[in-house]
């Protein structure tokens, strides 16, 4: 595994495959390749190098053992996600056996590993899915909101913007609204502070194709002055 990473011994590549290997279960060890193992190995340094989410799966005698290793930043682990990445590979896999470990990485990073019995061989599509839905229910809502303001605005601006509004959304406005809906929401914001005396609106249609319209303005929105103006607009709120 040294030579494939090209590692020499006591430089620091050689430790980080070492400390990788290292996390890796026996049981995993004894049913793998090298060319697996070293998969596995790079999937963990990705994610210790990028401070990204990382997953890779195997599967072993004819599908019927299945390993998964999921990579991520310790900020973004909690039982919770624990237990959301069970259920979507026992679901995925039909196992009827599985035992899961943890192994807490350098450079915060946590590795999660599931090892499965009596599963059935996944397909590309299936794999390439369960490691998509595994990987999204591991990216939070703020790492969502940095990557669309990174998208739209570049990485400085990005920033900017996440260091002046990323402390303002409450968990209810998460839940009702996706990243890139804040996005749009910050840059109407952005406008009404190069000149305070507007009012914006916008309306759009929601995640459940109910039609949503949201005002912004400085000031606090008295209710009771918007919903004549909304109902001369022939509005039903």
């Known amino acids: 595994l040294h030579e494939r990473h090209g590692s020499p011994p006591g430089s620091f590549h050689y430790k980080s495959v070492s400390n990788a290997f290292d996390s890796l279960p026996t049981e995993y060890l004894f049913t793998a390749d090298t060319l697996q193992i070293a998969a596995m190995i790079d ?22 053992i299945s390993f998964l290793l999921a990579a991520l930043p310790r900020r973004r682990w909690n039982e919770d996600l624990r237990a959301r990445i069970e259920e979507l590979v026992v679901e995925a896999t039909g196992a009827t056996y599985w035992d899961q470990g943890i192994f807490v990485g350098r450079y915060d990073t946590m590795l999660a ?33 940095y990557a669309e303001l990174v998208e739209r605005h570049g990485v400085e601006r990005g920033r900017e913007l996440l260091w002046t509004y990323g402390e303002a959304f409450q968990d209810i406005y998460q839940r009702a609204t996706t990243a890139s809906r804040a996005v749009e929401d910050l840059e109407l914001l952005e406008q009404l502070e190069a000149d305070s005396g507007k009012v914006l609106a916008d309306l759009y249609a929601n995640q459940k194709g109910r039609l949503t319209l949201r005002l912004y303005q400085t000031s606090d929105l008295i209710l009771s002055d918007i919903l004549p103006v909304l109902d001369h607009f022939g509005l039903v709120v």
């Open 43 to 64: 999937r963990v340094l990705e994610a210790e190098q990028e401070s990204d989410v990382r997953v890779h799966m195997n599967q072993a005698q004819e599908g019927s």
């Open 113 to 145: 590993h599931i090892y499965l019995t009596g599963t059935h061989p996944l397909d590309d599509d299936a794999l390439a899915s369960l490691v998509e839905r595994i990987s999204d229910a591991a990216t939070t809502w703020e790492d969502r909101l």
